[in-house]
């Protein structure tokens, strides 16, 4: 066993290096409440969490996750103010901007869950030139869900299942559906983490959670450190993972 990090009363243990989830998920929540609580708008919420999530997936690379998924924007979050919409896109741009600019140095892989064509030209082509560059990278992968949606995801992927059946007659199994969401050829994932209080899943990866272990905390979002990911895991770490059968009887 290989430990890891400083001592964290609050963590009730030490982070097992040799016992990391393979795949953690974030919804990122509690943007504009940081920001109403500290009486700014809730555009500059948003602008600290893309730095909290910044600062999430380098640590998640340095401690050897695999994959991290993000939710930044759902298909609901369109019912949202045009002009806080405008700000998260320009925040996203931005940043993208900025990834692709310093990619060699950070190495992240990424891929975007979610309907894209509903974007900016602009923000499809950064979309695309981030995916195109960052393929080669093979620490961690980040996916950035835009648009994203649970059930949208499970309905597209059942037209497309509909329109292979018809050709080819394909089976339908868990295993060949998976493969039809934007998550394909990816492990579940292990972990869904959510901030701020809220305790739902909002939307977020419904067929990808099935044995997924939750942690809620109400630190928001951009308050969020390596220290809070550290409690998530280490509460991860104490969990009896039993998929269905009984304890012993899987791995
Ligand atoms: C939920 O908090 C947050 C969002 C809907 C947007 C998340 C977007 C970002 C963190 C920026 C995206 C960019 C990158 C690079 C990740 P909320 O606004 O619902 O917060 P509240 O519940 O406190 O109002």
Redesign the pocket.
Known sequence: MKFFGRKDPQAGGQLDLSKLPRHIAI??????????KRGLP?TA???A??E???RVATYCKNIGIEYLT?????TE?WS?PAD?VKA?MD??EK??QEAIETMERDRVKMKFFGDVTFLSAKLQKLIAETEKISARFDGVQVN?CVNYGGRDEILRAARAYAIEYKASGTALTEESFSRYMFSSGLPDPDLIIRP?G?MRLSNFLLWQSAYAELYFTET??PDFDERTLDRAIISFQKRDRRFGGVKGQVK
């Open positions: 919804i990122m929540d509690g943007n504009g409440r940081w920001a109403k809730r919420g948003h602008a969490g893309a909290t999530f910044r993000v939710y930044a924007f759902s979050n949202r806080e998260i925040i996203l940043y993208l950035m701020s809220e928001l979002w």
